[in-house]
């Protein structure tokens, strides 16, 4: 069985520009990072992660993450 590559490093900076603009958002409407896993029921280590841009989000927990902090999904990522 194949082993899975590595991002390179334009993968991860983009991971990591993800991860700040969801901080930033989640920031400008005054949610803390529990309140949004309350919401989503994501577990804090793993929302956390994705924060910091250290792991990727599957497509349906970014749009759980939107709709928790009330934006739409272009607002995250684009």
């Keep these: 069985m194949p082993r899975p590559t590595q991002p390179d490093d ?3 900076a983009r991971r ?3 991860g700040e603009q969801i901080r ?3 920031l400008h409407h005054n949610l ?4 949004v896993c309350e919401r989503t029921g994501i577990d804090a280590a793993t929302y956390s992660r994705i924060e910091q841009g250290h792991a ?7 749009i ?4 928790a902090i009330g934006v739409p999904l272009r ?3 684009g």
């Design 16 to 18: 990591r520009a993800v």
């Design 24 to 26: 930033r958002v989640r």
């Design 32 to 35: 803390s990072q529990r309140e």
């Design 75 to 77: 607002e995250l990522v």
């Design 56 to 62: 990727s989000p599957l497509l349906d927990t970014l």
């Design 64 to 67: 759980r993450i939107a709709d």
């Design 10 to 12: 334009r993968v991860i």
